[in-house]
């Protein structure tokens, strides 16, 4: 069981998901979030804040793979059509071309698991 993991400075995913409590749409930066630094209402925060957790921090990747430094957020859904879906989030344009993500990405599509890619466009 890998050691208990912490955001640290990562705030990827409070760019990469959908924050329906603020209405904050997914692909554009919260405007709670102290972008590196963490969730300025940190501890008020809303619940499904509280309740994600991206697949880094439940151990996924090596400890220099957070998603603020490869750029991209992995995590799961479970959709109808294709059951478990690995979802890739991109945080900076360009991100799903770099050579992680596509290593990542065609590491899935190798072991027959269903891949969205969620790209930036834009922002």
């Not at 959709?79 to 065609?106: D, S, W, Y």
């Not at 072991?111 to 969205?116: E, T």
Request: net charge positive; aromatic share 6%.
């Amino acid at each position: 069981m890998p050691e208990q993991r912490s955001c640290g400075g990562c705030t990827a995913c409070c760019k990469t998901h959908l924050i329906v409590e603020l209405n904050n749409p997914a692909r554009v930066w919260c405007p709670e979030c102290n972008i590196a630094k963490g969730c300025k209402i940190y501890g008020n925060h809303p619940q499904g804040c509280r309740d994600y957790t991206c697949q880094w921090l439940m151990g996924g990747g090596a400890e220099d793979e957070r998603p603020d430094k490869v750029k991209i957020v992995v995590d799961y859904l479970i959709l109808p059509m294709f059951g478990e879906t690995t979802m890739v989030h991109e945080v900076t344009e360009g991100a799903l071309k770099n050579p992680f993500a596509q290593r990542v990405i065609k590491r899935l599509i190798r072991m027959g698991k269903p891949v969205c890619t969620l790209p930036i466009t834009g922002n």
